[in-house]
């Protein structure tokens, strides 16, 4: 089983991750100029399918030449081998920052970080999904992430891109609001009544001795 530590995966990442973000970025510019123009409504298969033809068309023009990369495909699988010593691939994610996939032996494999024959010399090597995710519905780009997960257990992930709106507070707070230099709460005051005619300086006289 390929196992990597976070800041040992990254020191190999760092010097293409621009590239890599450049990669996922223009497919998904590329997706939103000409899908209008193909469908009215495109189901979520079909925007994945495209998204990732997008971005492996990306990643030939923008790092296949690169000195110590490697194209690696096998079928339907397009990967990115990292100078001996780790293995990248290009997936959607889901909230959870978990990848979907039709659960066949191979993927299984795959997604558990089991050894895979076909890819030769690079078999044990961990394996990195460069994914991204999507708002719900689809229409923007919220996240670039680097994903290290052995099955369905994300062991660590780094965020490489976050557009992601940061949650409003939605109400407002009951109450009166402490100040900001004291830790104890406000007391309400009574509101004073002024009496009609009276002189502020003035005590009403009561009469009484």
Not at 21 to 41: G, I, Y
Not at 89 to 107: G, Q
Not at 122 to 129: F, N, Q, S, V
Not at 140 to 147: P, R, S, T
Request: charged letters at 25%.
């Amino acid at each position: 089983m390929g196992i990597i530590a976070k800041v040992d995966a990254l020191e190999k990442l760092n010097p293409y991750v621009s590239r890599l973000l450049e990669c996922v970025e223009e497919a998904w510019q590329t997706w939103t100029r000409h899908a209008p123009l193909l469908f009215k409504k495109p189901r979520a298969t079909v925007r994945a399918n495209a998204l990732s033809q997008l971005i492996e068309d990306q990643v030939r023009m923008r790092l296949g030449s690169v000195s110590g990369l490697r194209i690696m495909t096998k079928g339907q699988r397009f990967l990115l081998g990292v100078h001996g010593h780790l293995v990248l691939r290009f997936k959607k994610l889901d909230d959870a920052y978990r990848t979907s996939t039709y659960p066949t032996p191979t993927a299984n494999a795959f997604d558990g970080q089991g050894r895979l024959p076909f890819l030769e010399d690079a078999e044990d090597l961990p394996r990195i999904t460069i994914g991204y995710r999507l708002n719900t519905l689809a229409t923007k780009l919220l996240e670039v992430v680097a994903v290290f997960a052995v099955g369905n257990n994300v062991l660590w992930r780094e965020v490489l891109r976050n557009d992601e709106p940061v949650q409003e507070l939605l109400f407002e707070p009951k109450g009166p609001i402490p100040s900001s230099g004291s830790d104890t709460p406000a007391r309400d005051k009574k509101p004073r009544i002024k009496l009609k005619g009276a002189h502020p300086s003035k005590k009403r006289d009561s009469g009484l001795e």
